[in-house]
């Protein structure tokens, strides 16, 4: 144990990162005011709710509800101006009866309703500890974003220390301002995020030989646990192990084990909440009232069809999927790499679409420069995030596909951040082009950590300037 330790005081990007995401995240944790980075205020809700041990929301009026501190209300009433206004600073905003005695049922959002409560572990464990002292709801709010930015700097530790591959660029990818949004944030991604790299440096060491071990299995399990119910588009990566060598994983009854134990507990979870939250009853409020959660909801085309009658249209006409899909990256690219990068506060702090350039060609340049000693494996990487994209895509292309016609369809919703748990993977085949930087591996360390920092401190100046100045 001593010697791992060792080993990792010895790295010089471990440690640079462990130092930078420690600095930056409390300083961000501290500088964005509460609930305003994205979809923050939807995961506080729940955080606090199960903090609190409501762990199944009630039902009232046909609306699904958690019982919360009115403080935390009345927080999130202060600072819902701000979003979208960057006219508005904090000195623009006062809490009032910000004590948390009392409390009001709230409507709450869907996608949290379908997040099982594990989902949210780190924050809710923050919160509860700071409701042991206090009663403030910005401390509170303070605590989970703590918790958040603790387990994706151990998480990301751990991958960085693992990976045999690409090790670089992962630091660059951990460091990049969107990522570190959101783990100094309340918000579930910080989860996604870490199972994504933490699955990606575990799956580089077995193509690079490692055999799967027992833990290995258990680890993987639990991952598939969160993936399937958060996001269920990065669940492909955990299938991987499934098509490597008996060197690595063993016989066929070795891979039908695996896949058991990937997908039959993340099913019975799943399907048990499910379960949960249908029979939930409903109660008709006759006195009283449920607050509404007012939330920025994308426009969906109106359509005489159900949503699986489209995703059987897209399969039977493969050529309307792609139509839909280029034209809307044609349309949305610059909003996809700067919500890649950058895009702080509730998604309405850009960085400069120039600065994000111009980190995107570092990125690949540092990608293709890396030592690969995988070969031509990590194709397969690379075709599990082309199947995440597709099934991403794929699932907005559906609901967006309204009267089954396909001319001039772009569709709105998906989040340059979203690309961020498939980057790695993405990233991979890079490495096999034949390009080295014309400076020694330790300096290409040290560059890679100068070009991070001065990406932070630039979002740390974009931050301040649209909350404060």
């Known amino acids: 144990m001593k010697g791992k330790f060792r080993e990792i005081l010895r790295d010089k990007l471990i440690i640079s990162f462990v130092?930078?995401?420690?600095?930056?995240g409390v300083v961000w944790i501290f500088l964005v005011p509460p609930l305003q980075a994205a979809d923050e205020d939807t995961h506080f809700y729940s955080a606090v709710a199960i903090a609190h041990g409501e762990f199944?929301?009630?039902?009232?009026?046909?609306?699904?509800?958690?019982?919360?501190?009115?403080?935390?209300?009345?927080?999130?009433?202060?600072?819902f101006p701000m979003e979208g206004n960057i006219e508005l600073k904090t000195k623009d905003v006062s809490?009032?009866?910000?004590?948390?005695?009392?409390?009001?049922?709230?409507?709450?959002?869907?996608?949290?309703?379908?997040?099982?409560?594990i989902d949210y572990v780190p924050q809710s464990l923050g919160i509860f500890v700071a409701s042991l002292f206090t009663q403030s709801a910005w401390i509170w709010s303070i605590f989970g974003r703590l918790f958040d930015l603790g387990v994706?700097?151990?998480?990301?530790?751990?991958?960085?220390?693992?990976?045999?591959?690409?090790?670089?660029?992962?630091?660059?990818?951990?460091?990049?301002?969107?990522?570190?949004?959101?783990a100094a944030?309340?918000?579930?991604?910080?989860?996604?995020?870490?199972?994504?790299?933490?699955?990606?440096?575990?799956?580089s060491s077995f193509l690079n030989g490692k055999k799967i071990a027992k833990k290995d299995y258990y680890l993987f399990s639990i991952l598939g646990i969160f993936?399937?119910?958060?996001?269920?588009?990065?669940?492909?990566?955990?299938?991987?192990?499934?098509?490597?060598?008996?060197?690595?994983?063993?016989?066929?009854?070795?891979?039908?084990?695996?896949?058991?134990?990937?997908?039959?507990?993340?099913?019975?979870?799943?399907?048990?909440?499910?379960?949960?939250?249908?029979?939930?009853?409903?109660?008709?409020?006759?006195?009283?009232?449920v607050t509404n959660y007012i939330i920025n909801v994308v426009t969906v085309p109106s359509s005489p069809y159900t949503q699986h009658e489209r995703l059987i249209y897209l399969i039977l006409h493969p050529e309307a999927f792609i139509s839909i899909v280029f034209y809307t990256i044609r349309h949305e690219f610059s909003y996809y790499i700067v919500g890649f990068v950058g895009n702080l506060g509730f998604m309405d702090t850009p960085?400069?679409?120039?600065?994000?350039?111009?980190?995107?060609?570092?990125?690949?340049?540092?990608?293709?420069?890396e030592q690969n000693i995988l070969g031509k494996k990590v194709w397969i990487l690379f075709m599990a995030a082309v199947v995440s994209i597709f099934l991403l895509f794929w699932g907005f292309a559906s609901i967006f596909v309204a009267n089954l016609t396909i001319k001039d369809i772009f569709f709105e919703g998906i989040q340059g951040r979203y690309f961020i748990p498939i980057a790695p993977f993405l990233f991979a085949p890079l490495?096999?082009?034949?390009?080295?930087?014309?400076?020694?591996?330790?300096?290409?360390?040290?560059?890679?950590?100068?070009?991070?920092?001065?990406?932070?401190?630039?979002?740390?100046a974009v931050i301040i300037e649209r909350f404060y100045i």
């Not at 944030?185 to 799956?203: E, G, Q």
């Not at 588009?233 to 490597?244: D, K, S, V, W």
């Not at 490495?431 to 740390?460: E, N, R, V």
Request: charged share 15%; net charge positive; glycine share 2%.
């Open 227 to 289: 993936l399937l119910n958060l996001k269920i588009i990065y669940f492909p990566f955990l299938l991987i192990p499934l098509f490597l060598s008996k060197k690595v994983i063993g016989t066929f009854k070795a891979r039908v084990i695996y896949l058991l134990i990937l997908v039959f507990p993340a099913y019975i979870v799943q399907k048990m909440w499910t379960k949960i939250i249908e029979s939930v009853p409903n109660k008709i409020l006759t006195t009283g009232k």
């Open 95 to 117: 809490v009032t009866n910000e004590e948390l005695s009392e409390t009001q049922r709230v409507n709450i959002n869907f996608r949290t309703i379908t997040a099982i409560p």
């Open 19 to 24: 130092l930078l995401a420690l600095i930056f």
């Open 431 to 460: 490495s096999l082009i034949k390009y080295k930087l014309p400076i020694s591996s330790k300096k290409s360390d040290y560059f890679c950590i100068i070009i991070s920092l001065l990406m932070l401190l630039y979002a740390t």
């Open 351 to 369: 960085l400069c679409i120039t600065e994000v350039k111009i980190f995107l060609i570092i990125l690949l340049v540092v990608a293709v420069s």
């Open 56 to 79: 199944v929301p009630e039902k009232i009026n046909n609306l699904f509800v958690s019982k919360i501190p009115k403080g935390v209300g009345n927080l999130e009433n202060a600072y």
């Open 152 to 182: 994706f700097i151990i998480v990301g530790t751990i991958a960085l220390r693992r990976t045999p591959i690409l090790k670089r660029t992962l630091f660059l990818i951990l460091l990049m301002p969107m990522t570190l949004a959101q």
């Open 185 to 203: 944030s309340c918000s579930y991604d910080v989860t996604v995020i870490s199972c994504s790299v933490l699955a990606f440096s575990y799956l």
